[in-house]
Nanobody, 121 residues
Framework: VQLQASGGGLVQAGDSLRLSCAAS????????MGWFRQAPGKEREFVAA????????KYADSVKGRFSISKNSAGHTAYLQMNSVKPEDTAVYYC???????????????WGQGTLVTVSS
């Protein structure tokens, strides 16, 4: 299964944006789908994750209350709804799959190619 992230772009602070992560095949119910981001000159960081089987979620403190992870009804696409974006949200965003409900990137075994989000002030 390949993952492809899309939906990035240039937005202004306070705007909303929705990222998509499309899987080329079935996302197994045992998987956890996650979103990570990497800002220029910084390390990759966890953003959000969802347990595909029951929809349980977890978020980084920096995005809690502003970002929301979800999936479509067919179960092939994960979304990251980004509201009230800030300049510090500027980064390349990656979706990834894991068998562990974790914030640790090294536990994710499948990665999409990334989509750039730029937030202007």
């Amino acid at each position: 299964v390949q993952l492809q992230a899309s939906g990035g772009g240039l937005v202004q602070a306070g705007d909303s944006l929705r990222l998509s992560c499309a899987a080329s095949g079935r996302i197994l119910s045992s998987w956890i789908m996650g979103w990570f981001r990497q800002a220029p000159g910084k390390e990759r960081e966890f953003v959000a994750a969802m347990r595909w089987s029951n929809g349980n979620t977890k978020y980084a403190d920096s995005v809690k209350g502003r970002f929301s992870i979800s999936k479509n009804s067919a179960g092939h696409t994960a979304y990251l709804q980004m509201n009230s974006v800030k300049p510090e949200d500027t980064a390349v965003y990656y979706c990834a799959a894991s068998s562990q409900f974790t914030t640790q990137g090294n536990e994710y075994f499948r990665w999409g190619q990334g989509t750039l989000v730029t937030v202007s002030s």
